[in-house]
Protein backbone atom coordinates (compact mmCIF):
# COMPACT_ATOMS: atom_id res chain seq x y z
CA UNK A 1 0.00 0.00 0.00
CA UNK A 2 1.06 3.33 -0.59
CA UNK A 3 2.02 6.04 2.65
CA UNK A 4 0.91 9.24 1.41
CA UNK A 5 -0.11 10.00 4.62
CA UNK A 6 3.59 9.99 5.89
CA UNK A 7 3.33 13.69 4.00
CA UNK A 8 0.30 14.49 4.34
CA UNK A 9 -0.74 17.63 6.78
CA UNK A 10 -4.25 17.16 7.78
CA UNK A 11 -6.72 19.91 8.79
CA UNK A 12 -9.30 18.70 11.64
CA UNK A 13 -13.16 20.00 11.40
CA UNK A 14 -15.67 19.98 14.50
CA UNK A 15 -18.41 21.14 11.88
CA UNK A 16 -20.97 22.46 14.46
CA UNK A 17 -18.53 25.58 15.24
CA UNK A 18 -17.40 25.45 11.57
CA UNK A 19 -19.12 27.84 9.26
CA UNK A 20 -22.78 27.31 9.18
CA UNK A 21 -24.72 27.42 5.95
CA UNK A 22 -28.30 27.59 6.42
CA UNK A 23 -28.13 30.59 9.24
CA UNK A 24 -29.44 28.14 12.25
CA UNK A 25 -26.69 28.79 14.45
CA UNK A 26 -25.15 25.49 13.89
CA UNK A 27 -22.08 24.63 11.60
CA UNK A 28 -22.62 22.33 8.52
CA UNK A 29 -21.64 20.56 5.63
CA UNK A 30 -22.60 23.05 3.37
CA UNK A 31 -20.63 25.44 5.21
CA UNK A 32 -17.36 23.44 5.04
CA UNK A 33 -17.99 23.09 1.29
CA UNK A 34 -17.53 26.94 1.02
CA UNK A 35 -14.51 26.90 3.05
CA UNK A 36 -12.67 24.11 0.87
CA UNK A 37 -10.46 26.71 -1.00
CA UNK A 38 -9.38 28.20 3.12
CA UNK A 39 -8.37 24.93 3.61
CA UNK A 40 -6.45 24.16 0.16
CA UNK A 41 -4.89 27.42 0.06
CA UNK A 42 -3.39 26.65 4.06
CA UNK A 43 -1.69 23.87 2.13
CA UNK A 44 -3.34 20.92 4.39
CA UNK A 45 -4.68 17.90 2.28
CA UNK A 46 -6.35 15.68 4.29
CA UNK A 47 -9.59 16.81 6.34
CA UNK A 48 -10.76 14.80 9.27
CA UNK A 49 -14.50 15.76 10.20
CA UNK A 50 -15.39 15.06 13.56
CA UNK A 51 -19.00 12.87 13.67
CA UNK A 52 -21.71 13.90 11.26
CA UNK A 53 -23.91 10.96 11.67
CA UNK A 54 -27.45 10.69 13.33
CA UNK A 55 -27.03 11.46 16.82
CA UNK A 56 -28.62 11.41 20.30
CA UNK A 57 -27.38 14.83 21.08
CA UNK A 58 -25.58 13.79 24.46
CA UNK A 59 -21.64 14.15 23.67
CA UNK A 60 -21.21 16.14 20.34
CA UNK A 61 -22.25 13.38 17.87
CA UNK A 62 -20.00 10.79 19.52
CA UNK A 63 -23.52 9.01 20.59
CA UNK A 64 -24.41 7.84 17.43
CA UNK A 65 -27.90 6.28 16.62
CA UNK A 66 -27.27 5.37 12.62
CA UNK A 67 -23.91 4.89 11.13
CA UNK A 68 -25.14 5.59 7.83
CA UNK A 69 -27.65 8.39 8.15
CA UNK A 70 -26.50 12.45 8.23
CA UNK A 71 -27.43 14.02 10.97
CA UNK A 72 -30.42 16.59 9.78
CA UNK A 73 -28.24 19.48 11.44
CA UNK A 74 -25.54 18.83 9.18
CA UNK A 75 -27.58 18.40 6.14
CA UNK A 76 -28.23 15.32 4.04
CA UNK A 77 -26.02 12.42 2.41
CA UNK A 78 -26.24 14.28 -1.30
CA UNK A 79 -24.42 17.04 1.12
CA UNK A 80 -21.92 14.82 2.35
CA UNK A 81 -21.13 13.40 -1.43
CA UNK A 82 -20.80 16.80 -2.52
CA UNK A 83 -18.16 17.39 -0.04
CA UNK A 84 -16.13 14.11 -1.19
CA UNK A 85 -16.40 15.40 -4.72
CA UNK A 86 -15.15 18.60 -4.14
CA UNK A 87 -12.24 18.40 -1.73
CA UNK A 88 -11.30 15.60 -4.21
CA UNK A 89 -11.09 18.17 -7.24
CA UNK A 90 -9.32 20.11 -5.27
CA UNK A 91 -7.09 17.41 -3.93
CA UNK A 92 -8.11 17.19 -0.38
CA UNK A 93 -9.00 13.38 0.99
CA UNK A 94 -11.67 13.36 3.59
CA UNK A 95 -11.22 11.13 7.02
CA UNK A 96 -14.36 10.01 8.77
CA UNK A 97 -14.41 9.29 12.58
CA UNK A 98 -15.07 6.19 13.36
CA UNK A 99 -16.78 5.65 16.91
CA UNK A 100 -17.31 2.04 17.23
CA UNK A 101 -16.47 1.57 21.41
CA UNK A 102 -19.93 2.51 21.48
CA UNK A 103 -23.47 3.14 20.53
CA UNK A 104 -26.14 5.70 21.55
CA UNK A 105 -28.66 3.64 23.77
CA UNK A 106 -31.40 4.65 20.83
CA UNK A 107 -29.21 2.42 18.11
CA UNK A 108 -31.35 -0.09 17.11
CA UNK A 109 -28.68 -2.58 18.52
CA UNK A 110 -29.21 -1.34 21.48
CA UNK A 111 -32.75 -0.92 21.46
CA UNK A 112 -33.37 -4.74 20.23
CA UNK A 113 -30.60 -5.95 22.86
CA UNK A 114 -31.91 -3.85 26.24
CA UNK A 115 -35.48 -5.51 24.98
CA UNK A 116 -34.80 -9.02 27.36
CA UNK A 117 -32.28 -11.33 28.16
CA UNK A 118 -32.95 -14.11 25.02
CA UNK A 119 -33.04 -11.46 22.57
CA UNK A 120 -30.77 -12.20 19.52
CA UNK A 121 -28.50 -9.12 20.44
CA UNK A 122 -28.32 -9.03 24.00
CA UNK A 123 -24.92 -9.73 23.25
CA UNK A 124 -23.86 -7.16 21.08
CA UNK A 125 -23.21 -4.85 24.66
CA UNK A 126 -21.72 -5.60 27.87
CA UNK A 127 -24.87 -6.73 30.64
CA UNK A 128 -23.90 -7.58 33.62
CA UNK A 129 -25.60 -8.62 37.13
CA UNK A 130 -25.62 -6.37 39.61
CA UNK A 131 -23.44 -6.88 42.79
CA UNK A 132 -25.13 -7.39 46.67
CA UNK A 133 -27.66 -4.59 45.47
CA UNK A 134 -25.47 -2.33 43.67
CA UNK A 135 -23.28 -1.84 40.54
CA UNK A 136 -20.98 -4.96 39.52
CA UNK A 137 -17.43 -3.50 40.31
CA UNK A 138 -16.64 0.13 41.09
CA UNK A 139 -15.47 0.80 37.25
CA UNK A 140 -15.61 4.73 36.51
CA UNK A 141 -16.61 6.48 33.90
CA UNK A 142 -14.36 8.72 32.14
CA UNK A 143 -17.09 11.51 32.69
CA UNK A 144 -17.09 10.83 36.54
CA UNK A 145 -18.97 8.06 38.32
CA UNK A 146 -19.85 4.84 37.49
CA UNK A 147 -19.26 2.68 34.51
CA UNK A 148 -22.29 0.90 34.50
CA UNK A 149 -26.43 1.81 34.69
CA UNK A 150 -29.27 0.06 35.80
CA UNK A 151 -31.96 -0.82 32.62
CA UNK A 152 -35.47 -1.56 34.44
CA UNK A 153 -36.30 -3.94 31.85
CA UNK A 154 -34.52 -6.66 33.23
CA UNK A 155 -33.17 -5.42 35.85
CA UNK A 156 -29.54 -5.96 34.91
CA UNK A 157 -26.37 -3.17 34.71
CA UNK A 158 -24.78 -1.89 30.34
CA UNK A 159 -21.70 -0.42 30.58
CA UNK A 160 -20.43 3.31 29.42
CA UNK A 161 -17.19 3.84 29.95
CA UNK A 162 -18.71 7.93 28.98
CA UNK A 163 -21.94 9.25 28.82
CA UNK A 164 -25.01 7.25 30.18
CA UNK A 165 -26.16 7.53 26.82
CA UNK A 166 -23.56 5.71 25.24
CA UNK A 167 -23.64 1.91 25.74
CA UNK A 168 -20.66 0.34 24.87
CA UNK A 169 -20.19 -2.64 22.49
CA UNK A 170 -18.81 -6.21 23.20
CA UNK A 171 -16.32 -6.62 20.62
CA UNK A 172 -16.17 -10.03 21.89
CA UNK A 173 -19.39 -10.63 20.05
CA UNK A 174 -18.23 -11.54 16.25
CA UNK A 175 -21.44 -10.39 14.53
CA UNK A 176 -20.70 -7.18 16.52
CA UNK A 177 -17.30 -7.10 14.54
CA UNK A 178 -18.51 -8.28 11.24
CA UNK A 179 -21.42 -5.75 11.63
CA UNK A 180 -18.85 -2.55 12.47
CA UNK A 181 -16.78 -3.97 9.29
CA UNK A 182 -19.90 -3.92 7.19
CA UNK A 183 -20.34 0.09 8.23
CA UNK A 184 -16.85 0.52 7.10
CA UNK A 185 -16.92 -1.07 3.86
CA UNK A 186 -19.52 1.09 2.89
CA UNK A 187 -18.72 4.42 3.87
CA UNK A 188 -15.09 3.24 1.93
CA UNK A 189 -17.18 2.39 -1.12
CA UNK A 190 -18.44 5.61 -1.57
CA UNK A 191 -14.90 7.04 -2.01
CA UNK A 192 -13.66 8.24 1.85
CA UNK A 193 -9.93 8.07 2.23
CA UNK A 194 -9.45 7.07 5.87
CA UNK A 195 -10.87 6.58 9.83
CA UNK A 196 -9.82 8.40 12.46
CA UNK A 197 -10.93 5.93 15.29
CA UNK A 198 -12.21 7.02 18.47
CA UNK A 199 -11.00 5.12 21.55
CA UNK A 200 -10.30 2.43 19.52
CA UNK A 201 -8.06 0.82 22.18
CA UNK A 202 -10.51 0.07 24.34
CA UNK A 203 -12.43 -2.72 22.03
CA UNK A 204 -10.54 -5.49 23.37
CA UNK A 205 -11.50 -5.56 27.08
CA UNK A 206 -10.99 -7.79 29.44
CA UNK A 207 -13.18 -9.68 30.54
CA UNK A 208 -11.62 -9.67 34.08
CA UNK A 209 -11.75 -5.84 35.07
CA UNK A 210 -15.95 -6.14 33.77
CA UNK A 211 -16.68 -9.54 36.47
CA UNK A 212 -19.97 -8.84 38.84
CA UNK A 213 -17.84 -9.03 42.24
CA UNK A 214 -17.83 -5.90 43.57
CA UNK A 215 -14.40 -4.99 42.93
CA UNK A 216 -12.20 -2.59 41.97
CA UNK A 217 -12.90 -3.27 37.82
CA UNK A 218 -9.16 -2.09 36.11
CA UNK A 219 -8.06 -0.83 33.04
CA UNK A 220 -10.24 -1.33 29.89
CA UNK A 221 -7.41 -0.14 27.34
CA UNK A 222 -4.94 -2.49 25.29
CA UNK A 223 -6.59 -5.37 26.18
CA UNK A 224 -5.73 -8.52 25.39
CA UNK A 225 -7.63 -9.34 22.22
CA UNK A 226 -7.23 -5.54 21.21
CA UNK A 227 -4.38 -6.58 18.81
CA UNK A 228 -6.41 -9.82 17.56
CA UNK A 229 -9.37 -7.67 16.52
CA UNK A 230 -7.23 -4.26 14.86
CA UNK A 231 -5.35 -7.40 12.54
CA UNK A 232 -8.97 -8.64 11.65
CA UNK A 233 -10.13 -5.33 10.82
CA UNK A 234 -6.95 -4.55 8.23
CA UNK A 235 -7.04 -8.01 7.11
CA UNK A 236 -10.99 -7.99 6.27
CA UNK A 237 -11.31 -3.95 5.67
CA UNK A 238 -8.26 -1.49 5.59
CA UNK A 239 -5.74 -3.46 3.60
CA UNK A 240 -8.34 -3.43 0.62
CA UNK A 241 -8.67 0.22 -0.02
CA UNK A 242 -5.41 3.00 -0.07
CA UNK A 243 -6.61 4.98 2.92
CA UNK A 244 -5.12 6.47 6.23
CA UNK A 245 -5.88 5.50 9.89
CA UNK A 246 -5.02 6.76 13.02
CA UNK A 247 -6.46 5.18 16.36
CA UNK A 248 -7.20 7.19 19.31
CA UNK A 249 -5.04 5.39 21.58
CA UNK A 250 -5.10 6.76 25.71
CA UNK A 251 -2.60 5.41 27.84
CA UNK A 252 -0.30 3.52 25.44
CA UNK A 253 3.13 3.30 25.76
CA UNK A 254 5.65 3.52 22.39
CA UNK A 255 6.16 -0.21 23.09
CA UNK A 256 2.31 -0.37 22.91
CA UNK A 257 2.28 2.51 19.99
CA UNK A 258 5.13 0.19 17.76
CA UNK A 259 2.29 -2.87 17.59
CA UNK A 260 -0.74 -0.40 16.91
CA UNK A 261 0.98 1.44 14.10
CA UNK A 262 3.80 -0.42 12.89
CA UNK A 263 5.19 -0.01 9.20
CA UNK A 264 4.28 -3.78 8.44
CA UNK A 265 1.31 -2.76 7.91
CA UNK A 266 -1.02 -5.16 9.51
CA UNK A 267 -2.90 -2.85 12.21
CA UNK A 268 -3.51 1.01 11.66
CA UNK A 269 -0.68 3.63 10.30
CA UNK A 270 -0.13 6.14 13.78
CA UNK A 271 -2.25 6.72 17.05
CA UNK A 272 -2.58 9.69 18.80
CA UNK A 273 -0.83 9.04 21.99
CA UNK A 274 -1.64 11.27 25.16
CA UNK A 275 1.20 11.41 26.88
CA UNK A 276 2.63 14.95 26.20
CA UNK A 277 -1.23 16.07 26.67
CA UNK A 278 -0.51 15.07 30.88
CA UNK A 279 2.36 17.35 31.05
CA UNK A 280 0.18 20.05 33.07
CA UNK A 281 -1.81 17.35 34.98
CA UNK A 282 -1.29 16.96 38.96
CA UNK A 283 -2.01 15.34 42.06
CA UNK A 284 -5.64 16.27 42.75
CA UNK A 285 -7.13 17.08 46.57
CA UNK A 286 -8.18 13.58 46.80
CA UNK A 287 -4.43 12.36 45.87
CA UNK A 288 -6.02 11.22 42.56
CA UNK A 289 -4.44 12.64 39.39
CA UNK A 290 -6.10 14.78 37.96
CA UNK A 291 -6.61 16.89 34.40
CA UNK A 292 -8.81 19.15 36.40
CA UNK A 293 -5.92 21.33 37.16
CA UNK A 294 -4.35 25.14 36.51
CA UNK A 295 -1.11 23.52 36.73
CA UNK A 296 2.01 25.36 33.91
CA UNK A 297 4.00 23.19 31.17
CA UNK A 298 7.16 21.14 33.14
CA UNK A 299 8.61 21.83 29.52
CA UNK A 300 11.59 19.13 30.25
CA UNK A 301 8.90 16.50 30.79
CA UNK A 302 7.17 17.53 27.42
CA UNK A 303 10.74 17.36 25.59
CA UNK A 304 11.59 13.96 26.88
CA UNK A 305 8.09 12.77 26.02
CA UNK A 306 7.72 13.86 22.97
CA UNK A 307 11.54 12.87 21.97
CA UNK A 308 11.26 9.47 23.44
CA UNK A 309 8.39 9.31 21.02
CA UNK A 310 10.43 10.56 18.21
CA UNK A 311 13.24 8.21 18.80
CA UNK A 312 11.38 4.82 19.52
CA UNK A 313 9.15 4.91 16.86
CA UNK A 314 11.80 6.10 13.91
CA UNK A 315 11.92 3.20 11.06
CA UNK A 316 9.73 1.25 12.97
CA UNK A 317 6.17 2.71 13.16
CA UNK A 318 4.58 6.28 12.32
CA UNK A 319 4.21 9.39 14.86
CA UNK A 320 1.11 11.43 14.68
CA UNK A 321 1.43 15.12 15.86
CA UNK A 322 -0.98 17.62 17.31
CA UNK A 323 -0.79 20.38 20.17
CA UNK A 324 -4.85 21.01 19.92
CA UNK A 325 -8.05 19.04 18.93
CA UNK A 326 -11.81 18.72 19.83
CA UNK A 327 -11.06 17.54 22.99
CA UNK A 328 -8.21 19.68 24.27
CA UNK A 329 -7.62 23.07 24.75
CA UNK A 330 -6.62 26.17 22.91
CA UNK A 331 -2.79 25.29 22.67
CA UNK A 332 -1.37 28.56 22.29
CA UNK A 333 -3.24 29.64 25.54
CA UNK A 334 -1.93 26.34 27.76
CA UNK A 335 1.05 25.70 26.37
CA UNK A 336 2.20 29.80 25.13
CA UNK A 337 0.73 33.05 26.26
CA UNK A 338 -2.49 34.85 25.32
CA UNK A 339 -1.59 37.45 27.82
CA UNK A 340 -1.34 40.33 25.24
CA UNK A 341 -1.07 40.25 21.37
CA UNK A 342 2.80 40.21 20.56
CA UNK A 343 3.41 37.23 22.61
CA UNK A 344 0.17 35.71 21.54
CA UNK A 345 1.04 35.73 17.86
CA UNK A 346 4.83 34.74 18.89
CA UNK A 347 4.00 32.03 21.16
CA UNK A 348 1.61 30.40 18.47
CA UNK A 349 4.27 30.31 15.61
CA UNK A 350 7.09 29.02 17.65
CA UNK A 351 4.33 26.28 18.87
CA UNK A 352 3.74 25.47 15.15
CA UNK A 353 7.55 25.89 14.14
CA UNK A 354 8.28 23.11 17.40
CA UNK A 355 5.83 20.43 16.07
CA UNK A 356 5.48 20.32 12.53
CA UNK A 357 9.46 19.80 12.12
CA UNK A 358 9.24 16.56 13.61
CA UNK A 359 8.58 13.08 12.14
CA UNK A 360 5.06 12.50 11.88
CA UNK A 361 1.99 13.47 10.68
CA UNK A 362 1.00 16.84 11.47
CA UNK A 363 -2.84 17.66 12.80
CA UNK A 364 -4.17 21.45 12.94
CA UNK A 365 -7.27 21.97 14.61
CA UNK A 366 -9.64 24.12 12.88
CA UNK A 367 -8.60 28.06 14.66
CA UNK A 368 -5.15 26.85 15.40
CA UNK A 369 -3.60 28.21 12.17
CA UNK A 370 -5.19 31.80 13.81
CA UNK A 371 -3.91 31.19 17.46
CA UNK A 372 -7.29 31.54 18.51
CA UNK A 373 -7.99 31.30 21.96
CA UNK A 374 -9.46 29.53 25.16
CA UNK A 375 -12.78 31.24 26.35
CA UNK A 376 -13.29 33.53 29.19
CA UNK A 377 -16.04 30.83 30.93
CA UNK A 378 -17.31 32.91 33.83
CA UNK A 379 -19.79 30.26 35.10
CA UNK A 380 -20.56 26.25 34.47
CA UNK A 381 -23.95 27.35 32.87
CA UNK A 382 -21.78 29.04 29.99
CA UNK A 383 -20.51 25.21 29.16
CA UNK A 384 -22.23 22.75 26.67
CA UNK A 385 -19.63 20.17 27.37
CA UNK A 386 -20.76 17.14 29.23
CA UNK A 387 -17.46 16.01 30.62
CA UNK A 388 -17.03 19.57 32.70
CA UNK A 389 -20.75 19.45 33.35
CA UNK A 390 -20.31 15.97 35.35
CA UNK A 391 -17.05 16.78 36.99
CA UNK A 392 -18.59 20.27 38.18
CA UNK A 393 -20.95 18.28 39.75
CA UNK A 394 -19.23 15.67 41.47
CA UNK A 395 -16.00 18.03 42.28
CA UNK A 396 -17.77 20.92 43.65
CA UNK A 397 -21.62 20.25 44.21
CA UNK A 398 -21.17 16.38 45.09
CA UNK A 399 -17.51 16.08 47.37
CA UNK A 400 -16.90 19.80 47.78
CA UNK A 401 -13.39 18.98 46.08
CA UNK A 402 -13.05 21.73 44.55
CA UNK A 403 -14.59 25.80 45.33
CA UNK A 404 -16.69 26.42 42.49
CA UNK A 405 -14.30 29.37 41.59
CA UNK A 406 -11.66 27.09 41.61
CA UNK A 407 -13.08 24.67 39.50
CA UNK A 408 -13.73 27.03 36.52
CA UNK A 409 -10.78 28.16 36.36
CA UNK A 410 -9.77 24.62 35.19
CA UNK A 411 -12.38 24.91 33.14
CA UNK A 412 -10.91 27.98 31.54
CA UNK A 413 -7.78 26.24 31.33
CA UNK A 414 -8.41 22.86 30.83
CA UNK A 415 -11.87 22.68 29.16
CA UNK A 416 -12.85 20.81 26.28
CA UNK A 417 -15.58 23.44 25.18
CA UNK A 418 -12.23 26.13 24.64
CA UNK A 419 -11.79 24.08 21.47
CA UNK A 420 -15.54 24.06 20.30
CA UNK A 421 -16.36 28.09 19.99
CA UNK A 422 -17.02 28.55 16.66
CA UNK A 423 -14.08 29.56 14.08
CA UNK A 424 -13.75 32.96 13.90
CA UNK A 425 -13.96 33.83 10.16
CA UNK A 426 -14.29 37.66 10.11
CA UNK A 427 -14.71 40.73 12.30
CA UNK A 428 -18.27 41.27 11.31
CA UNK A 429 -21.55 39.60 13.36
CA UNK A 430 -20.60 36.29 14.96
CA UNK A 431 -17.22 36.28 13.52
CA UNK A 432 -18.98 35.25 10.45
CA UNK A 433 -19.36 31.92 11.44
CA UNK A 434 -23.54 32.32 11.38
CA UNK A 435 -26.10 34.98 10.09
CA UNK A 436 -28.23 33.50 12.91
CA UNK A 437 -27.58 33.23 17.04
CA UNK A 438 -24.61 30.68 17.39
CA UNK A 439 -25.21 27.51 19.06
CA UNK A 440 -22.61 28.22 21.53
CA UNK A 441 -20.78 31.58 22.11
CA UNK A 442 -18.23 33.02 20.01
CA UNK A 443 -15.11 33.91 21.59
CA UNK A 444 -15.34 37.82 22.20
CA UNK A 445 -11.59 38.71 20.81
CA UNK A 446 -12.77 37.52 17.21
CA UNK A 447 -12.43 41.25 16.05
CA UNK A 448 -8.84 41.47 16.50
CA UNK A 449 -8.19 37.32 15.93
CA UNK A 450 -9.94 36.16 12.93
CA UNK A 451 -9.04 34.72 9.35
CA UNK A 452 -10.00 37.86 7.09
CA UNK A 453 -7.88 39.96 8.82
CA UNK A 454 -5.00 37.70 8.68
CA UNK A 455 -5.24 36.58 5.00
CA UNK A 456 -3.77 39.95 3.88
CA UNK A 457 -1.44 40.10 6.79
CA UNK A 458 2.34 38.64 5.71
CA UNK A 459 3.54 38.74 9.31
CA UNK A 460 0.20 37.01 10.47
CA UNK A 461 0.02 33.43 12.56
CA UNK A 462 -2.13 32.16 9.24
CA UNK A 463 0.33 33.24 6.70
CA UNK A 464 3.74 31.61 8.86
CA UNK A 465 1.48 28.00 8.91
CA UNK A 466 1.76 28.47 4.99
CA UNK A 467 4.90 29.11 4.94
CA UNK A 468 6.03 25.84 7.54
CA UNK A 469 3.76 23.73 5.61
CA UNK A 470 5.61 24.39 2.25
CA UNK A 471 8.56 24.08 3.62
CA UNK A 472 7.66 21.28 5.27
CA UNK A 473 6.91 19.59 1.74
CA UNK A 474 9.91 20.94 0.24
CA UNK A 475 12.49 19.45 2.63
CA UNK A 476 12.32 15.49 2.52
CA UNK A 477 14.27 15.70 5.80
CA UNK A 478 11.18 16.42 7.62
CA UNK A 479 9.64 13.21 6.71
CA UNK A 480 12.70 11.31 6.38
CA UNK A 481 15.17 12.11 9.37
CA UNK A 482 16.39 10.81 12.52
CA UNK A 483 15.72 13.23 15.92
CA UNK A 484 17.72 14.47 18.51
CA UNK A 485 17.00 16.70 21.42
CA UNK A 486 19.30 19.09 22.31
CA UNK A 487 19.55 20.92 25.67
CA UNK A 488 17.41 18.41 26.88
CA UNK A 489 17.39 19.78 30.81
CA UNK A 490 16.93 23.41 29.72
CA UNK A 491 13.35 24.49 31.34
CA UNK A 492 13.16 27.32 28.55
CA UNK A 493 14.51 25.90 25.29
CA UNK A 494 13.19 23.48 23.23
CA UNK A 495 15.58 22.31 20.16
CA UNK A 496 16.42 19.32 18.32
CA UNK A 497 18.40 18.53 14.88
CA UNK A 498 16.86 15.86 12.35
CA UNK A 499 19.08 14.60 9.74
CA UNK A 500 18.77 12.36 6.70
CA UNK A 501 22.49 11.91 5.86
CA UNK A 502 21.79 14.98 3.17
CA UNK A 503 20.58 17.53 5.30
CA UNK A 504 20.43 18.73 9.15
CA UNK A 505 17.44 21.22 9.64
CA UNK A 506 17.42 22.25 13.22
CA UNK A 507 14.74 23.80 14.83
CA UNK A 508 15.36 26.04 17.75
CA UNK A 509 12.39 27.36 20.04
CA UNK A 510 11.63 29.59 23.07
CA UNK A 511 8.82 28.45 25.26
CA UNK A 512 9.05 31.52 27.44
CA UNK A 513 8.41 35.11 27.47
CA UNK A 514 11.84 35.46 29.12
CA UNK A 515 15.03 35.76 26.93
CA UNK A 516 16.97 32.43 26.70
CA UNK A 517 20.79 31.38 26.61
CA UNK A 518 21.58 28.63 23.70
CA UNK A 519 24.07 26.70 23.91
CA UNK A 520 26.19 23.83 22.30
CA UNK A 521 24.46 22.86 18.61
CA UNK A 522 21.56 24.84 19.78
CA UNK A 523 23.46 27.88 18.75
CA UNK A 524 22.97 29.46 15.46
CA UNK A 525 25.19 28.55 12.78
CA UNK A 526 22.99 27.22 9.56
CA UNK A 527 20.88 28.99 7.05
CA UNK A 528 17.68 30.74 8.82
CA UNK A 529 14.40 29.51 6.30
CA UNK A 530 11.94 30.69 9.03
CA UNK A 531 11.54 32.33 12.51
CA UNK A 532 8.97 34.34 13.88
CA UNK A 533 11.14 38.09 14.59
CA UNK A 534 11.95 40.03 11.71
CA UNK A 535 15.62 39.73 12.22
CA UNK A 536 18.09 37.08 13.06
CA UNK A 537 19.31 37.79 16.43
CA UNK A 538 21.66 36.97 18.64
CA UNK A 539 23.04 33.19 17.49
CA UNK A 540 23.44 32.27 21.02
CA UNK A 541 20.07 33.36 22.34
CA UNK A 542 16.55 33.49 21.67
CA UNK A 543 14.10 36.52 22.50
CA UNK A 544 10.56 35.64 24.33
CA UNK A 545 8.57 33.02 22.42
CA UNK A 546 11.33 32.36 19.22
CA UNK A 547 11.35 30.04 17.31
CA UNK A 548 13.88 29.79 14.55
CA UNK A 549 14.51 27.01 11.65
CA UNK A 550 17.92 26.37 9.92
CA UNK A 551 19.50 24.61 7.55
CA UNK A 552 22.75 22.75 7.07
CA UNK A 553 23.45 20.40 4.21
CA UNK A 554 25.99 17.74 3.71
Known amino acids: ?86 AHERGIRIIMDLVVNHTSTEHVWFQESRRDKTNDKRHFYVWREGFEGGEPNRLRSVFSGSAWKRDEATGEYYLHMFADDQADLNWHEPRVREGVYEMMRWWLDKGIDGFRMDVINMVGKPENVLLSDGGPGGDVCNGPTEHEYLREMNHKVLSRYDIMTVGETGGVTTADALRYASLDGSELDMVF ?179 EAQASDPDSVLSFYKRLIALRRELPVVTDGDFALLMEDDAQVFAYIRNDGKTRLKAVCNFSGEEAALEGEAVSCGERLLGNYPDEGDADRLRAWECRIELERA
Open 1 to 86: MSDWFKRAVVYQVYPKSFQDGNGDGMGDLRGVISRLDYIRQLGADVIWLNPIYEHSGVDGGYDIRDYRRIAPEFGTMEDFEELLER
Open 273 to 451: QFEHMGVDDEIGPDGALTKWSTARLDLVKLKRILARWQNDLHGKAWNSLYWSNHDQPRVVSRFGCDADEASRVRSAKMLGACLHMMQGTPYIYQGEELGMTNYPFAAIEESRDVEAINAYGELVLERGTFSPEHMMACIRRKGRDNARTPMQWTAGRNAGFTTGTPWMAVNPNFERINA
